[in-house]
């Protein structure tokens, strides 16, 4: 009889467990999925919003580019709408969402190691163009663009690792959802026809949270809708 009720009672403890950890498993996804889902939206509503401020105000370009990181595996991608805030003006704003994969983060003094992670951010700048003044066919054709703005982060990294000096189980967050950096860009667009230019440019982030300064170099093409390219 009171191996019975042992039996009993270590049955019904596993399966408390197994709902327990279903449990978990589920508000996991859940919790992920909806992240997932936060990010989509905010990143369409931003270009939504963008797209129909721009339409009201000036023909819209759009951006896309390849990013060659710092370290040696670093890349990924940005895409982007631009406008000027008035017609044939030469100061713009930007709005653009950008991945860069296989980003290096040092690990403390005590740990002779490195992990490289995921960082994706939308971005909002403002910028001057200042288009080449010149007879050469090459040169004339060229505009230099310095932008100057923000990212906001939509990934959160976070790194495990024990302390040799202590055993103690340490948590690190090289970055964090929602935070905020300062951007820095040198553009040069080269016009190829009336409504199409070949972008490179450079991107630099001085302090990026706790990965320090992170700098891609990159390459791509920008459209202009409606009435062309001002440069």
Do not use: C
Request: charged fraction near 20%.
């Amino acid at each position: 009889m009171v191996v019975s009720i042992v039996k009993i009672n270590i049955d019904n403890n596993e399966q408390e467990n197994l709902i327990l950890q279903h449990s978990h498993l589920g508000r996991n996804i859940m919790v992920k999925n909806l992240s997932k889902l936060r990010k989509t939206f905010a990143v369409g509503g931003i270009f939504i919003a963008s797209s129909l401020f721009s339409y009201s105000v000036n023909a819209l370009e759009v951006a896309g580019n390849i990013h060659k990181g710092q370290d040696a595996n670093s890349q990924g991608y940005s895409f982007s709408l631009a406008d000027s805030f008035t017609k044939g003006g030469n100061f713009y704003w930007t709005a653009s969402y950008n991945n860069l994969e296989k980003v290096k983060y040092d690990l403390p003094f005590t740990i002779t190691d490195e992990r490289f992670f995921k960082i994706n951010t939308i971005d909002g700048l403002v910028s001057y163009r200042h288009k080449i003044q010149s007879y050469n066919a090459f040169f004339k054709k060229l505009t230099i663009e310095y932008q100057l703005g923000a990212s906001l982060a939509l990934t959160e990294n976070k790194l495990t690792y024990t302390d040799p000096n202590s055993s103690d189980t340490v948590e690190i967050y090289p970055s964090q959802e929602n935070d905020i950096n300062m951007v820095l860009g040198v553009v040069a667009h080269y016009k190829l026809n009336k409504n199409t230019a070949l972008n490179l440019g450079v991107k630099h982030q001085p302090n990026f949270s706790e990965f320090g300064a992170i700098t891609s170099v990159y390459v791509g093409l920008s459209y202009r809708f409606g009435r062309g390219l001002d440069y």
